[in-house]
């Protein structure tokens, strides 16, 4: 079965590192997203891309938090620099448009001490 | 205020039982993903729709429209079906996906 790809599984780090993660989107699909799931406030939506073009980031910090596609193959999520207050786990989903079923990669477990 | 209201939060029930899980709404929606978070944390996509019924297996996924409310219902439930399901309404801008705090569901046996 396709899946999407996320790496690495797990990560802790020290506030003040940069972080990066990876997406391997489901090949062919053509939409990818980042969410971030927290305790308190669950999941949100930080990023989405269509044909690798970003389409919406409206929901990330734009100060320290940056998503880019360099290709249609790999979708990153960047944090530089990375504070207490971004532990969370992070989630890629890839799919065949906004309104057509996403596919969930299995997160990112970030701790940042 | 979230704009994506789910009831219960919690819920248990026995092997066996009908269960049904509420979402509500408060802004024009395009579309209303249910997904499902298994205990492991992986998150699975059960239903997108925009209105009507859709059914899967055992799982059974409607909305309203003119009300704002969808329902997700379980028929005959089973241990394995305890997760997290969330709700998620994706809005007539057709960018802005907005969810639900989820319910997290117990089926014993």
């Known amino acids: 079965d396709a899946r999407v790809t996320q790496t690495p599984r797990h990560k802790v780090t020290e506030m003040g590192q940069e972080v990066t993660m990876r997406c391997q989107p489901i090949l062919g699909h053509n939409t990818v997203f980042w969410y971030r799931q927290t305790m308190m406030q669950g999941l949100e939506l930080l990023a989405y891309f269509r044909n690798r073009a970003p389409l919406d980031d409206s929901g990330m910090p734009k100060d320290r938090f940056s998503a880019e596609m360099p290709d249609a193959t790999l979708a990153t999520l960047k944090i530089q620099p990375s504070e207490p207050r971004d532990s969370a786990v992070y989630f890629c989903a890839s799919g065949l448009g906004i309104n057509q079923p996403q596919h969930f990669g299995d997160g990112t477990r970030l701790s940042i001490l | 205020k979230n704009e994506v209201e789910q009831s219960p939060q919690n819920l248990t029930a026995q092997e066996g039982e009908f269960i049904t899980i509420n979402c509500s709404y408060s802004v024009g929606i395009s579309a209303l993903h249910w997904l499902q978070q298994h205990p492991g944390g992986g998150i699975v996509s059960l239903f997108m729709l925009s209105s009507g019924k859709k059914k899967h297996g055992r799982l059974i996924a409607t909305i309203n429209i003119q009300e704002k409310h969808s329902s997700l219902h379980i028929t005959a439930s089973h241990p394995r079906d305890s997760a997290v399901y969330i709700c998620?309404?994706?809005?007539?801008?057709?960018?802005?996906?907005?969810f639900g705090k989820g319910t997290s569901l117990l089926v014993t046996p």
């Open positions: 998620a309404v994706l809005s007539n801008s057709g960018y802005a996906l907005n």
